[in-house]
């Protein structure tokens, strides 16, 4: 028998407030989307430009729903048993040892002293499994090869791996996955039909006005939405790492911390690397702020 889906909201609108909660903003189609996979048992798939808010879901909802997260963070040449388990070949061979100074010579009595589950180093996608409970974080998907991606599926259908020394480790329930992707590249049309999928777009300015306002309440008003409009005409610049509303957040805390008032080129220019990744975004930007505050 499948295992059950772990968590089973009761509307998408119970969904908005548990995030909102966790002051995390979502627009009406992220919380019908998450309703939606967490109902049905799905992995849910979150695309969408770099810092616009896709693994934070994953940190709310988990605090939200009082569960672990477990993450699994990708990256290229990720090996299986990196996101799955490995054994611990240092107590294994202090295992061996001990047994061979007590006279057991058999070979295969000190195999199956050291192919047992305490000896097994439980990697995100094993350890979210045996959980059950728990919100599953694949983060940065895009990141990994093909091979890597057949293996997912192998896990998101069956919600189950295969240890040949010890057998198959089957979830009592399923845990909410959910996978991140910044599009560095195509995703398998397999992989996505087994998710339920959502596009994160930088949000609006009235949206990310109100992020910026439950994250840091202490900021002006004022201030908040001079900063947020700034940051909405900077995306309109062709840069080569627009910024995403992680970045928004990053500007609105320097600006507290320099105790800025008002945004003038001479508060701006310093902090611009709470914003910026790169030197020529900065320079580009450095370089537009004249004409781009009096349009606030």
Request: one cysteine or more.
């Amino acid at each position: 028998m499948d295992p059950k889906p772990a968590f089973s909201p009761e509307s998408p609108a119970a969904v908005a407030a548990l995030l909102e909660r966790g002051r995390y903003i979502a627009e009406e189609g992220l919380s019908v989307a998450l309703f939606l996979a967490l109902r049905l048992g799905r992995p849910l798939l979150l695309e969408g430009e770099p810092g616009v808010g896709k693994t934070e879901v994953a940190r709310v909802l988990a605090e939200g729903l009082g569960v672990p997260l477990v993450r699994l963070q990708c990256y290229e040449g990720l090996e299986l048993e990196q996101a799955l388990y490995e054994w611990d070949h240092a107590r294994q061979l202090l295992e061996i040892r001990l047994l061979e100074s007590i006279g057991e010579k058999d070979p295969a009595r000190l195999r199956a002293s050291v192919y047992r589950e305490e000896f097994l180093l439980k990697r995100p996608v094993l350890e979210a499994l045996e959980l059950g409970e728990a919100v599953l974080l694949i983060d940065e998907v895009d990141r990994t090869d093909e091979a890597f991606e057949a293996f997912l599926l192998e896990v998101l259908s069956d919600f189950q791996v295969t240890v040949p020394e010890l057998g198959t480790l089957k979830a009592r329930a399923r845990p909410f996955v959910l996978l991140t992707s910044n599009r560095t590249r195509e995703l398998h049309d397999a992989l996505r039909r087994r998710c339920v999928y959502y596009w994160i777009d930088y949000p609006s300015l009235e949206k990310e006005l109100r992020i910026v306002r439950a994250r840091l309440p202490e900021l002006p008003e004022a201030l908040a939405r001079r900063v947020v409009a700034l940051v909405q005409r900077v995306r309109g610049l062709g840069l080569l790492k627009p910024p995403g509303v992680a970045e928004t957040l990053d500007l609105a805390a320097a600006l507290l911390a320099l105790g800025a008032e008002d945004l003038t080129p001479g508060v701006l220019e310093p902090a611009l690397g709470a914003l910026l990744k790169a030197r020529e975004d900065v320079e580009r930007v450095r370089g537009a702020l004249a004409e781009l505050l009096p349009l606030l």
